[in-house]
C-alpha cells in the first residue's frame, strides 16, 4: 500500500519562478517528514526535512509547509535555477515510534526552462 | 567525508542466476539500510541494519533475497535465485545510530540490475 503519494509525476517551471511540488501521505503515525532530490545515475540527496510539530521549515530557497491536518505536506523552490532540475521525492518515518524506515513517494521530476 | 560506496554499478543478468551486491557506509555510521527502487516508483526498504544486528527486514522476500553486515562495516546483498521483477536500483543508505537525533539517511549511487 501507498502510504506516500506525490500525485504529479512531472512539473515544468520557467527559470526564476516559483516550483511548487505536493506530496500526501495516509499514516497518521508519520511525525517527521522529507524531501530528497536525485540525479540521473546517482543516489537521492537529502534536502530538507520537517518535524510534525512545526508547520513550515525553509532553507535558502527552499521551503517545505506541513498540514497536519490534511496529511499534506509541500516544497516551494524560489526561485528556480536549472540546477534544479531533477527528481524529488516526498518521504516520511514515524521517529516517536522508533521507526527510522523511510516510506517514499513515486517522485516528481521537475524540469527548468531557461 | 566520503560517502556511501556501491558496487557494482551495474549488472546484467539472466533469470535463476545468483547476484550480490556491496555496500560501504560512511565511516562512523550504524545505521545501514538497503532498498529497492523498481523504475516509476519511490525507494522500497528491504533491510535496515544497527550495527550488525538486523532492526527490520519485514519486506525483505526471504525466499531469495538475503543480507549480511558482518562486523557492522560493510554489508552484502544477495538474491538467489533472481527473477525478472528483480530488475530494479538497489541502494544503500547509511545514518547516524538511530535515536541520536541525526538520522538523516544519506544514499550510495545504487546498483542498477537487470535480470533477463
Known amino acids: 500500500d501507498q502510504q506516500v503519494k506525490q500525485n504529479s509525476p512531472s512539473l515544468s517551471v520557467q527559470e526564476g519562478r516559483i516550483s511548487i511540488l505536493n506530496c500526501d501521505y495516509t499514516n497518521s503515525m508519520f511525525d517527521y517528514f522529507l524531501w530528497y532530490k536525485k540525479y540521473p545515475a546517482e543516489g537521492p540527496t537529502f534536502l530538507i526535512s520537517?518535524?510534525?510539530?512545526?508547520d513550515k521549515n525553509e532553507d535558502g530557497r527552499f521551503t517545505v509547509f506541513l498540514n497536519k491536518s490534511a496529511k499534506h505536506l509541500s516544497l516551494h523552490i524560489v526561485p528556480s535555477q536549472p540546477g534544479d532540475s531533477a527528481v524529488y521525492f516526498c518521504a516520511a518515518s514515524a521517529r516517536l515510534r522508533n521507526d527510522y524506515k523511510l516510506s517514499f513517494g513515486a517522485g516528481t521530476t521537475v524540469t527548468v526552462r531557461a | 567525508e566520503a560517502g556511501v560506496a556501491q558496487s557494482p554499478r551495474y549488472k546484467i543478468i539472466e533469470k535463476r542466476q545468483s547476484v550480490a551486491f556491496w555496500c560501504n557506509p560512511i565511516s562512523g555510521h550504524a545505521t545501514l539500510y538497503w532498498y529497492q527502487q523498481i523504475l516509476g516508483q519511490g525507494p522500497k526498504l528491504l533491510i535496515q541494519f544497527q550495527n550488525n544486528g538486523v532492526v527490520d527486514d519485514s519486506q525483505l522476500p526471504k525466499d531469495r533475497f538475503s543480507a549480511e553486515r558482518l562486523k557492522g562495516v560493510d554489508s552484502t546483498l544477495k538474491i538467489q535465485p533472481a527473477k525478472l521483477e528483480d530488475s530494479a536500483v538497489y541502494l544503500c543508505?547509511?545514518?547516524?545510530?538511530?535515536?541520536?537525533?541525526?538520522?538523516?539517511?544519506?544514499f550510495g549511487p545504487g546498483t542498477r540490475l537487470l535480470v533477463l
Open positions: 543508505a547509511s545514518s547516524l545510530v538511530i535515536g541520536s537525533g541525526q538520522e538523516t539517511q544519506y
Open positions: 520537517i518535524s510534525s510539530i512545526k
